[in-house]
């Protein structure tokens, strides 16, 4: 008889903790928050990058060759211009690159807030003006999608 007993208020304690256990399931805008959360909006999974880099498996040296890579180019087709002959006294300038998701490349040349002595717009329809054909441009990707990135590099003009 106990052993009756005994099995019917396990069975039953059983039965009905059941619900104790359940939890509530997140709404699909819930997860989505929290996984929006989890992302880190500032960092991009893979850099822009270019075939020759691509063999290069450490992240920072792909990095580094496509900047190098990139930097270099930006000083060649500038090398053989006007802005050293405008601009004796400027040895560097500072290039913002913006890379599209669909590889497309704009330049914007960066000057300090003090700088009235360059003419923005002479040193802008050169850089359009010689900025242009570049080899295939990957863009970074995030979360296996192709975003936008952009970054500044410093360019030294007159590199002999």
């Known amino acids: 008889m106990?052993?009756?007993i005994l099995i019917i208020f396990l069975f039953?304690?059983?039965t009905s903790s059941c619900q104790y256990f359940e939890k509530p399931v997140p709404s699909e805008q819930e997860l989505l928050q929290k996984e929006l959360q989890k992302i880190n909006w500032s960092q991009v999974d893979e850099m822009p990058s270019i075939d020759s880099c691509g063999p290069?498996?450490?992240?920072n040296q792909r990095q580094e060759c496509f900047f190098s890579f990139l930097t270099h180019i930006i000083q060649q087709k500038l090398d053989t211009d006007t802005l050293s002959v405008l601009?004796?006294?400027v040895d560097t300038i500072l290039v913002k690159v913006t890379v599209f998701p669909d590889s497309?490349?704009?330049?914007?040349p960066q000057f300090p807030n003090d700088s009235t002595r360059y003419d923005k717009a002479i040193i802008d329809s050169v850089l359009l003006s010689?900025?242009?054909d570049f080899p295939k441009i990957h863009p970074a990707v995030k979360r296996g999608i192709p975003v936008k990135t952009q970054f500044?590099?410093?360019v030294i003009l007159n590199v002999e």
């Open 2 to 4: 106990i052993k009756k």
């Open 12 to 14: 039953s304690i059983v």
């Open 56 to 59: 290069i498996q450490d992240k």
């Open 87 to 89: 601009y004796p006294n």
């Open 104 to 108: 497309t490349l704009k330049f914007e």
């Open 130 to 132: 010689r900025l242009k």
């Open 152 to 154: 500044i590099l410093p």
